[in-house]
């Protein structure tokens, strides 16, 4: 029997609880629907900004007070920001939930973007830039994200650019705030040991102040691809390559999850057989795909000596196609399983409950039970996985980035333009 009940607020808000009696703490969470694709051209990070700006002191708290009070019921406080959400996120014993609560809606409702911290904050944040360039992971990832969504919202990075962050204000923060951060766009999840009329009753007081209108529809996403290699003094070649995936709406995205998976999510993946056991050509490689409310982009991340790139980049594509048109079901079989453990682990944490319901409402206005799931995981057949797989190589023109040394990366290039045609 489902645990999960759901109300919503007159304001718009919505509150989702799942009562997990063998629990005694309790995780709360606060999302809203809003993210990087919100920002306009001069608000470039403005979202992850805000997120941080929002425990810098509020008008009965300093951030240090904050701090403290959370952490006197022995609780945890803080914070992430995507393409499309922003989530703040708190956890503490069932029986400390109206602190929590009031922390949150304080932080959310009368933050004061001190200037003084915002100068701070706003450095902190170029401190954490610079950390990511540092990171050839991070760099290709967002070469190959900018490649395929090239002069939109979704193509930037989340963090922004030093220069866009150092242009903050107190009254740009507040003008975003007021825009993004309203009632019907909001979710409030929480699980573990709570009481559902409690949490909507402190909910509907706390909140009541935020505003009741829907901000304005992002911008669509327009995938369109490209190559991107950078020359950096690396020991190693850092590539990404993929193709334009699907949203969390299409009814193939179950099939996408399967063929994922049986591709580059595991250790019996093809891709980490063939390309790392079978002929040793990287320590880590893996496929993934994330989906956004109106696109997706699946892609295939490996690193390699800069003297074995060209014969990944092949073989890799190699086992792409031949998984695309020979994928087995036992293949499938084990897929499923990974997909269903993965599910399954997520309904055994407090905090990832809380995080899956917000998801969930956020695209689809509703949450769905476990039983749903796993039947449309259990209905995918290696006919399914096999026509899922073809969609996402053969459907759009493929995104190439690469970061390393020189010696080499022409090659990659030039290999990356035979895949795709100019």
Known sequence: MSTTRLTTLPSGLTVVTDAMPHLKTASIQVSFGVGGRDERPDEHGISHLLEHMAFK???RRTPRGLAEEIEAVGGDL????ASESTSYFAKVLGEDLPVAIDILADILTDPQFHPEELVKEKNVIVQE?????????????????????PAQPLGRTILGTPAAVRSATPDKLRAYMGRSYSAPRAVVSAAGAVDHDRIVEAIGRAFEVLPKDAPPANEPA???????????????????????????????IYAVGVFNNLL????SSRLFQEVREERGLCYEIHSFHWSYSDTGIFGISAGTDPGDAVDLVNLTMDVLNATVDGATDAEVGRAKAQMKVGLLGALESSASRTDQMARQILVFGRTFALEEIVAKIDAVTVEDARAAGARLVRSS???FAAIGPKRGLDKVRKLAEQFRPT
């Open 222 to 252: 327009r995938y369109r691809g490209g190559i991107s290699t950078v020359a950096r003094p690396l020991e190693q070649t850092n590539l990404v390559f993929g193709f334009e995936g699907l949203s969390y709406r299409e009814p193939d």
């Open 78 to 81: 803080n914070a992430a920001t």
């Open 397 to 399: 023109p493929m995104t």
């Open 129 to 149: 830039i610079g950390a990511a360039e540092d990171d050839p992971d991070d760099v290709v990832l967002d070469h190959f994200i900018a490649e395929a969504y």
């Open 264 to 267: 580059g999510g595991g250790l």
């Open 57 to 59: 002191g509020t008008t």
